[in-house]
């Protein structure tokens, strides 16, 4: 404002306006549209303005500014997109322990990691508990057609469980031997996963069932394929906490369980076969016991017989001389299942996923190491000092005077 004002000083001719004394500069008030007109056009000293200048200098920069931004914001998603892309992988699917030929393992198709197919088969007259493990935790197989398929459905909801054959009235036959069979499938979401499943005859839960099937046969049921209630919904679950409140049930439990590790060692059978035959005679002895045992028998038929008969049937069969009959039967069963048990263990099988993406080959950048710098002693010159040699005085001859 105060160069402006300086202006005008020295062209008044220039600020002249109407009302105004030549010469006399204006008020500041009266400037404002002279100033736009010097910022906008030429100064009044004739000097061009500085507004157009000023107007586009700040349209340069924002201009500038969202290039750099784009060029980012572009450089980012590129990284990203880069570093997120989902590794391939693929399932690896194997077994160890399978010694015994009636459990078997079959890959149905694994090439979809997120819908990986398997079965087991089981042609043995035992149950087999399955236990699970994952990494990471949480990947559970489950039935691989659920609607079409009631036993893989039933029998891998909260007991896994591998029946044997001949138990169930879906048994299969493939012109050899029966077998039961379980229809899996692992969901799996990246490279590094794995579910291990390990099949055991000595799981609490199978040894109740086989304790149960033994028990129909010792009554008199000759018939297979007959325990079709452990497919109704619930009734599996509410048999084993039924059997939980009879004491003398869960003591045949533990002899069963013992009975089953002695097929190891034929020499050991016939005590715990003993032991088994007096659970028993207790068991059906107990007024209480046996109508608790004849209703856990009547769901396990599916109710096909009445509760009634069953009861019957047990309190007649308690009042006959069963002991030696029944240690003769179970030392006879467990003989058949001599080497059936593994001595390195129970079949396990595992699925897990491995990354199959190609290593990028990275050349490696060789560090040529260079010359070690060996200082060169410097010489300095000794310099030895002559010294010099004092001349040889010969002793002065003495002349005789004559």
């Known amino acids: 404002m105060r160069k402006l004002f300086f202006a005008c000083k020295q062209n008044p001719q220039v600020y002249e306006g109407k009302g105004t004394r030549k010469g006399t500069p204006l008020p500041y008030t009266h400037l404002l549209p002279t100033m736009y007109r010097h ?5 009044p000293c004739g000097r061009p303005g500085n507004f157009q200048h000023a107007l586009q200098s700040p349209i340069r920069i924002l201009t500038s500014l969202w290039f750099i931004f784009m060029l980012v914001i572009g450089t980012l998603a590129s990284i990203t997109a880069h ?10 699917i194997t077994s160890n322990n399978f010694r015994v030929p009636l459990i078997t393992l079959s890959t149905d198709d694994i090439s979809d990691a997120g819908n990986a197919r398997f079965s087991l088969q089981n042609g043995t007259s035992l149950w087999y508990g399955i236990t699970l493990s994952s990494t990471p935790a949480g990947i559970v197989p ?13 029998f891998l909801s909260s007991t896994p469980l591998l029946p044997p054959a001949q138990v169930l009235p879906f048994d299969q036959w493939n012109g050899s031997y029966h077998f039961e069979t379980l229809k899996l499938k692992a969901a799996f979401s990246g490279p590094g996963q794995q579910v291990q499943l390990e099949l055991s005859p000595m799981e609490h839960h199978a040894v109740t069932l086989d304790v149960l099937t033994l028990l129909l046969q010792l009554l008199g049921q000759k018939q297979n394929n007959i325990q079709i209630g452990l497919l109704e919904t619930g009734v599996l679950q509410n048999i084993f906490s039924s059997v939980e409140n009879i004491k003398d049930f869960s003591t045949l439990i533990e002899d069963y369980t013992q009975a089953l590790t002695a097929t190891q060692n034929t020499t050991t059978i016939l005590p715990k076969a003993y032991a088994c035959a007096l659970a028993i005679a207790s068991l059906l002895s107990d007024g209480s016991e046996q109508a608790a045992l004849a209703d856990i028998l009547w769901k396990l038929q599916g109710k096909a017989i009445t509760r009634e008969s069953i009861l019957k049937t047990i309190v007649d069969f308690a009042q006959t001389q069963f002991g030696l009959a029944t240690e ?4 006879n069963y ?13 079949p396990t099988v595992l699925l897990q996923t491995v990354s199959t993406a190609t290593p990028s080959m990275t ?8 010359p070690t710098h060996t200082p060169i002693p410097t010489t300095i010159p000794t310099t030895i000092p002559t010294i010099p040699q004092e001349p040889v005085k010969t002793p002065a001859t003495l002349t005789p005077i004559k």
């Open 142 to 154: 489950t039935a691989a057609n659920p609607t079409n398929d009631l036993v893989s459905t039933t």
């Open 334 to 346: 467990m003989g058949t299942l001599s080497g059936m048990f593994s001595q390195s263990g129970n």
């Open 363 to 370: 050349p490696s950048v060789s560090m040529t190491p260079s």
């Open 39 to 43: 910022m906008g056009g030429a100064s």
């Open 328 to 331: 003769s039967f179970i030392n």
């Open 83 to 92: 570093s997120t892309a989902p590794t391939p992988y693929a399932v690896t």
